[in-house]
C-alpha cells in the first residue's frame, strides 16, 4: 500500500542435495573428492573400490572414518559377493573417530576448507558441483598443502578420556 514498505517473503527453495566423499592424504597433501547423489552402502563401496585402484601396492590403506552407519565393512558385503567383499575390507585399517569427536578426522578440516573457498556459493546442479569441486581438488593438490597431525595418542586419551573406558 502507498505510505508502507514493501513486504515480500523470501522463501528457501532446495533443488536437490549432493554427497561428497572425501579421501586425503595428510602427508603428501593429496586429496579426491568424489561427488554422488545419495550416501548410501552403494556409494561407500564405490570409493573404497576407487581408493583400492588407486593405491594398488598398499598393504594397508588406513581409513579414519567417522562413526555413520554405511562406513563399515558390512556395506561392502550388501554389493559384493562374499569373496570380493571380504578381499576389499582386507585393504584396510578400519580406525573410527570416537562418537562426539569427529572433529579428530582430518577430512572434517578439509570439509572445513572447502566450504569456506568453494560452497559458499548457490550451485544450481550436480554438474556445477563437481565443476566446482574439480577445480578446488586441482588447485589444493597442486598446492599440495599437507596437514601436520599434532595431538598424540597421550594428549588424546587426556582430552578425550570420557570416551575411553575406565581401568580398575
Not at 53 to 74: C, N
Not at 75 to 85: I, K, S
Request: hydrophobic residues 40%; glycine residues 4%.
Amino acid at each position: 500500500m502507498p505510505g508502507h514498505p514493501a513486504r515480500v517473503d523470501h522463501e528457501y527453495r532446495r533443488c536437490g542435495t549432493v554427497n561428497f566423499f572425501v579421501a586425503f592424504e595428510p602427508l603428501t597433501g593429496q586429496r579426491t573428492v568424489m561427488v554422488t547423489e545419495r550416501r548410501g552402502n552403494a556409494e561407500f563401496t564405490a570409493q573404497l573400490q576407487a581408493l583400492q585402484l588407486r593405491y594398488p601396492g598398499a598393504t594397508k590403506i588406513r581409513l579414519v572414518l567417522d562413526q555413520l552407519s554405511t562406513h563399515t565393512p558390512a556395506a561392502l558385503y550388501r554389493h559384493l559377493v562374499p569373496g570380493d567383499a571380504r578381499r576389499l575390507a582386507r585393504c584396510f585399517e578400519w580406525i573410527y573417530t570416537p562418537k562426539h569427536a569427529s572433529w579428530l578426522n582430518i577430512a572434517e578440516m578439509e570439509w572445513s576448507v572447502l566450504e569456506r573457498q568453494c560452497l559458499r556459493q548457490r550451485l544450481p546442479t550436480q554438474e556445477a558441483v563437481e565443476r566446482e569441486l574439480s577445480a578446488w581438488e586441482t588447485e589444493r593438490n597442486k598446492e599440495a598443502i599437507k596437514v601436520e597431525w599434532q595431538l598424540g595418542t597421550v594428549a588424546a586419551r587426556l582430552k578425550l578420556k570420557q570416551h575411553y573406558p575406565q581401568l580398575e
